[in-house]
């Protein structure tokens, strides 16, 4: 049997895919699912990932969310322009997403980059934010002297196309500490060596170098929404010293962290996260999930 025991099904979001052209001339992908009468929930992912990195979470999320699974511009489905990859630009493509979908506020859930996209929507759009949900994320690059053991974005810009979804820096990007479903890690991969090189280095200059980190934390204050912050402990990403600045920025914020557990915690550990997020999300409900054992 392939590694991980959550039953981890991609056809249903396939399936149900749906791309609309936004004002800005994006053409965005996006998946609904759930109840359309229900709270709206969006989730965005992380670097290099797409509307399937919410796949092992899913199952396992309430029956009452209305979930919107977004490609963000350069992923999955979506276009891919030359220009432009800030966290402004992506949380706008948000934005103009609910505005299509007539949803005027919404709980904004994100993962990593998807983390930096979510604050930064609940920042600039307050009133259309009602709950947010950070995981493995930061308010900034990590203090002097508390480097990473692995440089990725050395990695990153060493990177040729066509890209190898086998090489051993893929392995190595998508590693967790427990195992996760081999079968979802391969098609993680494919897809993001379908994503052009330029965009890869696009992110990793204008939304994820520390110049760009370095900005966080000046406008986490007009994050005004409950928000929740979860991470791994064992996250090689997102250094203690990195969470500690979040935590220390939005010092209202509920906090989790799952010990052992790394940057993709929820792909790890998928019932025990969205035990969590149900009751975050919506703390009166008796939670109905989509079927998932």
Not at 152 to 175: C, G, H, T, V, Y
Request: include cysteine; glycine fraction near 6%; hydrophobic fraction near 45%.
């Amino acid at each position: 049997a392939a590694a991980g025991a959550t039953r981890f099904n991609m056809r249903p979001l396939d399936a149900a895919r749906r791309i609309v052209a936004l004002p800005d001339g994006i053409s965005m992908a996006y998946v609904p699912l759930g109840d359309p009468r229900g709270t709206p929930v969006v989730l965005i992912h992380g670097y290099t990932d797409s509307d399937l990195d919410w796949t092992p979470l899913i199952p396992y999320l309430s029956k009452d969310f209305r979930l919107i699974v977004v490609d963000l511009r350069g992923h999955g489905e979506s276009s891919k322009p030359q220009c432009c990859y800030t966290r402004y630009d992506f949380a706008y493509d948000v934005k103009l997403l609910l505005d299509k979908l007539h949803v005027r506020r919404a709980d904004i859930v994100g993962h990593s980059l998807g983390s930096i996209v979510a604050q930064t929507f609940a920042e600039v759009w307050p009133k259309r934010t009602r709950r947010v949900v950070l995981i493995s994320s930061t308010a900034g690059p990590p203090p002097k002297g508390k480097r990473h053991e692995y440089d990725w974005a050395a990695q990153i810009r060493r990177l040729k196309e066509p890209l190898n979804p086998d090489s051993a820096f893929m392995r190595k990007w998508w590693w967790s500490p427990h195992p996760v479903n081999r079968a979802f890690l391969r098609r993680e991969r494919e897809n993001a060596a379908a994503i052009p090189l330029r965009v890869w280095l696009a992110v990793l200059h204008q939304s994820l170098s520390n110049a760009e980190l370095s900005d966080l934390a000046s406008t986490l204050p007009s994050l005004e929404a409950p928000t929740l912050l979860l991470w791994g402990s064992a996250d090689p990403i997102m250094l203690p010293a990195m969470r500690r600045g979040l935590e220390r920025a939005l010092p209202h914020a509920k906090v989790v962290i799952f010990p052992g557990l790394g940057h993709n915690l929820f792909w790890e550990k998928p019932r025990a996260c969205a035990a969590v997020i149900n009751a975050f999300l919506n703390p009166a409900a008796n939670v109905r999930r989509y079927g998932a054992g």
